[in-house]
Structures are given as C-alpha cells and as structure tokens.
C-alpha cells in the first residue's frame, strides 16, 4: 500500500475516533450535570474544554490525530517536491535523522524542567526543525544528482529547487512565531538564558538553506541558459548570449567563493553558540555528557578554523595566478576566438596559457578550493554531520 494512502486512512481514522470520543465525553458532562444550564456557550467554552482536557483519552487521541496530520504534510510535501525517492536518498534521510536527534536533542533532557508544557515544546522545537533539516539535505542532494545528468530538465531542476524555497519560508516562519508570537509566553514559562537556545538552530539552517539557494540557483540559470541555446538556431544570438554567459560565470564565482564562505562561517558559530549555551546552562562537570560535548564543541572550533585557513589559502592561490598570468586583453580575445579551456564558456576576462589555451577565474578557482581545502586541513577534524 502506497505510505501517502495510509498516512491519508490514519489521519481519517484518527480524526473519526477523537471526534466521537469528544461527543461522547461532551454527553456523559451534559448528563452528569457538570455544564450550567446544560449547553455549551461563550460563557462556559473554558469550563468545558478544562473538563474534555482533563480526560487521558482525550489527549492521547488529540496527540494521535496531530501526530498524523505532521506525518501526512510531510509525505505530501515529499511527494510534491521529490516524486518518490531512492533507496540511496531514504538510507541518508534515516542516518542523518538520528544523527541530528543525537547531536540536537540528546542535551535538551539535562536543561528542559521536567513539566509537560516543557517537554511538548521542546520536543515540537526539535521535530520541525529536524524535518527542515532533513528536507533542505534531501533537496541538496537531489540537485547535484541533476545537475550531473546530461538529461535534467530544467522544470526537474526547478520542482527541487523549489523544496529549498520551502525550507527558507518555512524556517523564516517559525523563527518570527518564536521571536514574535511566543516571546512573552516562552520568556514567562522559561529562563531567561534558555530563551536564546530557541533561535541558534533555526538561524543555522536559514544560512545553509540561503547558502544552497545561490550556489543551486546559479547552476539553474545556467541550466536554463544551455537549454535555450539548444533550441535556438540564431547564430548571433549565440554568440551574444555566449558573451553573457562568460560575464555572468565571472560574478558568479565571485560570488560563490565570498558569500559560501560567510555563510559557512555563520552557520558554524551558530552550532557553535548552541553546544556553549548548552555548556553555560548545565554548568562545569566531569561526566560522558559533558565529554561529548566538549568533544563536539573541539570538533566545531577545528571546522571553523579549517575553513577559514582554506579560504585565505584560495585568495593566495588566486592573486598569485592573477600576477603570474595577467588578463588578455580584448583585441587577443578577438584574435584568439575560443573558450575557457576548464568550463568550456566564452569569457570576457581570461588569461592566456603557455600552451595556447585559455582559462577564466572562476573556472580555476573552483580547482584551485579542493587543493586548498586538502593543504590546510591538517589534523583540523570537521564539525558534526547534523
């Protein structure tokens, strides 16, 4: 049976048995004389949905019916976005979700006050942030899946792009009801210093999300831009667009080299204020717990200075090939009449080999990252996969 069609049966089903339930409550109360004038209105609503609540049943039948509405949104989300997904992806999914669960929520037990307006919170924090997170991942995933296949399309392209959409808006969403809606409320029933630990993880995933939205957002328009060159048969227009397309691959490496790696560092000093707050709020001990923290924390530290390392070292590389190898000029490009000799663009900034081929920057510093990247990890370990 298809999971979306039973997800749809439980949520009927469920729904069904809290609805009559409810009525079968609300008559034994109108019976047993509970409800003033034995009718249920704005004067007495609050009197009565204390009475219903006060009911285990009632609750436990409310929680199934929530619990089934959330599993049904997120199949149909799946469904829209990714069609149905592979072995490989839904392995990745599971693994990366109980990982998150580790490295997330296994702490929360040691801060959260043990009430159950405390636990339904953070438990629904750590839930919808998970499900973002495995959503952005997945989408992440598939888009370089595509954008390897000589035979994506870009709708294709889009529909999962759109899945990063989402995750922003969403995410977006769920910070401002936090900031805004909750504040007063969260601000009464929490600490003061645990009130911030509500907003490291969203903002995390909102710089991965905008993170994976430029650089998949290029490679759509880029995507978009063969396809159009495919099925046009103007010459001169080609070649205009051949000269667009150099100039758009100079910003865009630009671009992608400056803001992933400001993004990168933002989302790993916003992990990193989690596991500290974390710390600061349970305090100074010697026990496992405090050991795996401080060992995910050593492991954060060494990614963000593993990563900044990387990025001079790239800067280095580029302004040496820079003075080494200065840009053509225009009359050579002319004369000369060829393509960037890595990315296969026309270029209108490029830089003359002693063998007679051609490369941009852009193209090159997208080789040059790896070797960067491998020069300066050293020892330096990688922050967690959550």
């Known amino acids: 049976m298809n999971p979306l069609h039973a997800s749809v049966l439980c949520t009927v089903l469920s729904f069904v048995g809290w609805q009559w339930w409810t009525m079968t409550l609300l008559g034994r109360i109108k019976a047993d004389g509970?409800?003033?004038?034995?009718?249920?209105?704005?004067?007495?609503?609050?009197?009565?949905?204390?009475?219903?609540?006060?009911?285990?049943?009632?609750?436990?039948?409310?929680?199934?019916?929530?619990?089934?509405?959330?599993?049904?949104?997120?199949?149909?989300?799946?469904?829209?976005?990714?069609?149905q997904l592979y072995p490989s992806e839904t392995r990745k999914v599971m693994e990366r979700a109980?990982?998150?669960?580790?490295?997330?929520?296994?702490?929360?037990?040691?801060?959260?006050?043990?009430?159950?307006?405390?636990?339904?919170?953070w438990s629904a924090w750590v839930i919808v942030l998970c499900s973002l997170k495995m959503f952005q991942t997945l989408a992440r995933d598939r888009l370089e899946r595509l954008n390897a296949s000589p035979s994506a399309t870009p709708w294709a392209y889009f529909r999962v792009f759109s899945a990063l959409l989402m995750v922003l808006s969403s995410d977006l969403l769920w910070y401002y009801f936090q900031l805004m809606r909750l504040c007063m409320v969260i601000h009464k029933a929490l600490d003061p210093s645990m009130f911030f630990l509500l907003f490291f993880e969203p903002l995390s995933i909102a710089f991965e999300t905008l993170q994976a939205l430029m650089v998949h957002g290029f490679q759509l328009v880029e995507m978009c831009h063969r396809h159009s060159l495919d099925s046009s048969m103007d010459c001169l227009g080609i070649?205009?667009?051949?000269?667009?397309?150099?100039?758009?691959?100079?910003?865009?490496?630009?671009?992608?080299?400056?803001?992933?790696?400001?993004?990168?560092m933002l989302t790993l000093l916003m992990a990193l204020g989690h596991y500290l707050t974390i710390w600061w709020l349970r305090g100074m001990a010697f026990h496992v717990v405090d050991a795996i923290l401080f060992l995910n924390l050593r492991a954060l530290i060494s990614g963000i200075i593993k990563r900044i390392r990387g990025y001079i070292k790239l800067r280095k590389a580029l302004l040496s090939l820079n003075g080494a190898l200065p840009d053509a000029t225009v009359e050579e490009l002319r004369a000369f009449d060829d393509e960037c000799a890595i990315c296969r663009t026309r270029q209108e900034l490029s830089s003359p080999l002693e063998l007679r081929s051609w490369w941009a920057s852009p193209a090159a510093a997208v080789h040059l990252r790896p070797w960067c990247d491998a020069d300066s990890s050293g020892a330096a370990g990688s922050g967690p996969s959550a």
Request: proline share 3%; with cysteine; aromatic share 12%.
């Open 98 to 121: 109980v990982n998150y669960v580790l490295y997330k929520g296994i702490f929360l037990p040691l801060i959260v006050p043990p009430n159950v307006l405390q636990v339904a919170m």
């Open 34 to 83: 509970l409800i003033d004038g034995g009718k249920i209105h704005s004067g007495n609503a609050g009197h009565v949905l204390e009475l219903l609540l006060g009911s285990h049943v009632t609750v436990a039948l409310l929680v199934n019916f929530v619990i089934n509405v959330f599993v049904l949104t997120i199949l149909c989300l799946k469904t829209i976005f990714f069609l």
């Open 239 to 264: 070649q205009s667009s051949k000269l667009a397309a150099g100039s758009f691959c100079e910003w865009k490496g630009i671009l992608t080299r400056n803001f992933s790696f400001l993004l990168d």
